[in-house]
């Protein structure tokens, strides 16, 4: 007989799974220690025109599955009406069977609207209707969706050149009990090999208030923005490694790179990657120094489709995964840091699950027994966050490292709906934790149970973090 759809125990297979949810997992609060919420949306607790808005601008799983479904450009990211766009949507998502989107856009449904409608041609009239009309209501706004998302922190991605005006608003506004707070993300101070490298690092002399003309110079402007973002509650920062690289270099070598990209001349592959290195090297011993995490998001092959990145610019669904190796080059960037003992707290994400037991077994080389699960191998990411990513992450981790240590799940989100990930990660975790149990591979016991779920939930976050 076949299960309800997506009921009370959506993939809670046993009733020990069912219990170490409902009771465990679910009440938990969240800590979203990285996303790319807009954080002038929160600070202006933004107010939502349609369900297209909210559900599509911006989210581009939706828009890449939208394209493979035969739906043309103008009605994704162009100038089609509102309405039209969210019907043809709605139309296609039916034939998404075994994709994540499927599960994540009813969960949304279910949870913000309370609605369990099928989503389909034949109900999008219907949805439009009932979700705009719930729209104006404080709860759907972008601040009424964190609280009632039971959201206590939330992390933004943010360059070192930004002012933090939005960050400082929320800080004052004390009726509004979630912390929102910035990630250091400098990954254009150091991809000198790309276009606009230039132009940022004039801008960042500019904001730092120091005169960038040699290595050293950049150094101390990018310690400078760490100060600032210090100053304003961060504690964590984050790096796209597209491609892993090690290479070092004397400063002098250094500063000749950096002038000679000033000058608009092209660097080689091995002065980008000496440079690279040299700047997140620096980097990662005085995130060691504040007590930060660092976070590196290893392997994606991005802006694959030149006509449309020109067309519509970074991160609108042209990216896929990398397949090149990691290991050696990552070690070697991991143990410098390490060699002078300033290795900060790291959190490692790879977008290609082939690399799943690499950095499972990599972070155990840089336990240092002083703060438990010093290194991190971070949740299933991008194109991992879905049942299969989550289950392959969760089960690397727990046969070869600390899964009761595991800081666990995060939106990597532009959506204040994404928040139903933190749901669909709590109930695949307690269904694997639960499977064990049943199958008599882990104790009934429940105190300890709950002293692991609850952690990998929420409270291993907030204590490695401190946040």
């Not at 601008?57 to 990211?77: A, C, L, N, P, Q």
């Not at 004390?174 to 606009?196: A, E």
Request: glycine share 8%; aromatic share 12%; proline share 4%.
């Amino acid at each position: 007989m076949a299960k309800n759809f997506m009921d009370e125990h959506f993939l809670l297979e046993t009733p020990t799974a069912q219990k170490l949810y409902h009771e465990f997992a679910a009440p938990q609060p969240i800590i979203d220690y990285h996303c790319h919420l807009p954080p002038v949306e929160v600070a202006e607790n933004k107010q939502y025109r349609n369900v297209t808005e909210i559900w599509l601008g911006g989210d581009h799983y939706k828009w890449r599955f939208m394209r493979s479904s035969g739906i043309t450009e103008d009605f994704i990211t162009g100038n089609q009406p509102d309405q039209e766009k969210f019907r043809r949507f709605c139309a296609v998502l039916p034939y998404g069977v075994g994709n994540p989107l499927y599960h994540w856009s009813h969960l949304e449904l279910q949870r913000y609207f309370g609605t369990k409608t099928v989503i389909s041609a034949a109900t999008a009239d219907e949805l439009w209707e009932l979700t705009n009309a719930q729209l104006p209501k404080p709860e759907l706004r972008a601040r009424g969706l964190m609280e009632r998302s039971n959201v206590r922190v939330v992390c933004t991605t943010d360059d070192p050149v930004d002012d933090l005006a939005y960050h400082k608003a929320v800080a004052a506004d004390s009726g509004f009990k979630v912390k929102m707070l910035p990630t250091f993300r400098p990954d254009k101070s150091f991809n000198i090999d790309r276009v606009g490298f230039q132009d940022y690092i004039r801008k960042l002399a500019d904001v730092s208030g120091v005169a960038i003309n040699s290595f050293a110079d950049l150094l101390k402007a990018l310690d400078a923005r760490l100060d600032y973002f210090a100053a304003n509650g961060c504690k964590l920062s984050d790096h796209a490694i597209d491609l892993a690289f090690f290479a070092e270099a004397s400063e002098a070598t250094l500063s000749a790179t950096l002038a000679q990209a000033m000058g608009n001349q092209s660097v080689s592959k091995q002065q980008a990657d000496e440079f690279k290195t040299a700047v997140l090297l620096h980097l990662g011993r005085e995130y060691a120094r504040r007590g930060w995490a660092m976070q590196l998001h290893i392997g994606a092959q991005r802006n694959n489709n030149t006509r449309q990145f020109k067309n519509l610019g970074p991160d609108t669904g042209w990216d896929s995964i990398s397949d090149d190796l990691i290991s050696a080059k990552l070690a070697r960037f991991l143990d410098t840091l390490d060699g002078d003992d300033l290795l900060p707290k790291t959190v490692l994400y790879c977008l290609n699950p082939i690399h799943n037991e690499v950095l499972a077994t990599m972070i155990g080389n840089y336990q240092d027994g002083k703060v438990r699960g010093k290194m991190q191998f971070g949740s299933g990411w991008w194109f991992n966050d879905q049942k299969d990513g989550m289950i392959r992450q969760i089960t690397a981790l727990s046969q070869l490292g600390n899964l009761g240590a595991f800081v666990g799940m995060l939106t990597d989100s532009r959506s204040f709906l994404s928040y139903t990930r933190h749901e669909y990660f709590r109930r695949i975790l307690c269904n694997m934790i639960g499977g064990w149990v049943e199958n008599g591979e882990f104790p009934q016991d429940w105190k300890l149970l709950r002293e692991i779920v609850e952690g990998i939930c929420y409270k291993n976050a907030d204590q490695y973090f401190g946040l």
